[in-house]
């Protein structure tokens, strides 16, 4: 495996806020700032399949770094998918344009479960020799690596692409738990094995996305989900790099998500920070939570809303949450203006930073 020494970055914000310092600047990326909304993005990408730009470390180091020349972001996120592991591990899926993920042979049954491989490290290798080149570019701003957590890779598999009621996923979790549980723990091992890959390359935090956990409910969630995501948790804290968790729609889980064992939480738009604060805890950091369709509304819209954010992360602050990093409360969306993303960032910028 591809081993870095650790990057000592005591002074990026985004690392500050997250362990509970105060930042010279309060810390912002962007969920998918690398992606559509860049012409440049849609340049390098032409003619080149979305899963096989993951596995060009040439290409993943340029996508990566294309918010960051462009933005002034404070964290650099890698340019990878979270079924990237599940495509080196050779389940053969694709992601399709328009789409999302789509599996060739969907997981329905004991056996199919069974026949699932595990991630070897070194079929991400292309992943982590990505990551070394992105260390030598990015000078000081940190690279946060990712995997996508166990429930949201299961629904792929089980429903066979995106869906929006997770009707076969959320049967075979109450119908045959055992399987179910079966199917959580391989899925597990697979996250933690792309983690510490990431992390043995030299990644400067993590960050677990459970995008689809909003639609369980907490009971569910805390049966069926969080015993797996809190392995994976457990198994990559002797790093020591702060470690996020985020999902949508998961007002209602922020408690039992921020248990699971994150450094961060992150929060979507439909719960102000404040709340999210008192749902979550003391001890954590925020992320969030811009909705990302208000970066089509114009600048006033856009500086109110940026305002009540920072206002309300700053309560959320003296109410026991470690820092504020601002962030969208889902992903860039692929047609929004890139000069609006700047603009919000210089905006965000100008504000005091949180204490
Ligand atoms: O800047 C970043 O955030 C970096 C990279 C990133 C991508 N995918 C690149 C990508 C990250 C963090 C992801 C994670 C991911 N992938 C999630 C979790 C985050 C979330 O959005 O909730 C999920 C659910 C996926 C699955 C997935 N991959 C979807 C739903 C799609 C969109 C399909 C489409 O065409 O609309 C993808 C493809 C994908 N992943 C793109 C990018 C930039 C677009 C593909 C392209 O440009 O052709």
Redo the contacts with the bound molecule.
């Keep these: 495996m591809n081993t870095h020494a650790r990057r000592q970055l005591t002074d990026a914000p985004y690392l500050v806020a997250a362990t509970g310092g105060v930042p010279r600047r309060r810390p912002v990326w962007?969920?998918?700032?690398?992606?559509?909304s860049l012409p440049e993005?849609?340049e390098v990408?032409a003619g080149i399949?979305?899963l096989e730009?993951?596995f060009d470390p040439e290409l993943v180091c340029e996508?990566?770094m294309q918010?960051i020349r462009r933005h002034d972001v404070d964290a650099a996120?890698?340019?990878?998918?979270?079924?990237v592991p599940l495509k080196a591990a050779g389940i053969d899926l694709d992601?399709?344009?328009?789409?999302?993920?789509v599996v060739a042979n969907p997981v329905r049954t004991v056996d199919d479960v069974r026949k699932l491989p595990r991630l070897r490290p070194e079929e991400v290798g292309a992943v982590t020799a990505g990551i070394g080149l992105l260390l030598d570019a990015l000078g000081e701003v940190p690279l946060i690596g990712?995997a996508?957590a166990p429930f949201?890779l299961a629904s792929?598999l089980v429903e066979g692409g995106?869906s929006k009621n997770h009707e076969r996923t959320k049967a075979m979790m109450l119908a045959d738990p055992e399987i179910w549980h079966q199917l959580m723990g391989v899925l597990t091992d697979i996250t933690i094995e792309f983690l510490q890959a990431q992390i043995g390359a030299g990644v400067d935090a993590v960050?677990l996305?459970d995008?689809?956990a909003g639609a369980l409910t907490q009971a569910q969630y805390r049966e069926y989900v969080m015993p797996h995501s809190e392995r994976v948790f457990t198994e990559i804290a002797a790093a020591g790099i702060p470690r996020a968790h985020?999902?949508?729609g998961t007002g209602e889980l922020l408690g039992a998500m921020g248990e699971a064992g994150a450094d961060i939480v992150g929060v979507d738009w439909r719960i102000p920070l404040n709340e999210a604060a008192r749902r979550v805890g003391p001890g954590k950091a925020l992320q969030g939570n811009l909705d990302p369709a208000v970066l089509f509304a114009g600048p006033k819209a856009i500086e109110a809303e940026v305002r009540r954010i920072a206002h309300e992360a700053d309560e959320a602050i003296t109410l026991g949450a470690k820092g504020h990093i601002f962030n969208l409360g889902?992903?860039?969306l692929?047609n929004t203006d890139p000069t609006v993303i700047t603009d919000t960032v210089a905006l965000i910028h100008s504000l005091p930073a949180p204490l």
Excluded: E, K, N
Aim: net charge positive.
């Design positions: 962007f969920q998918r700032q690398a992606g559509r993005y849609r990408r399949g979305m730009s993951c996508i990566t918010p996120i890698l340019f990878s998918d979270i079924v992601i399709v344009p328009g789409v999302g993920p990712f996508g949201t792929y995106p960050q996305f995008s689809w985020f999902g949508v889902h992903g860039v692929p």
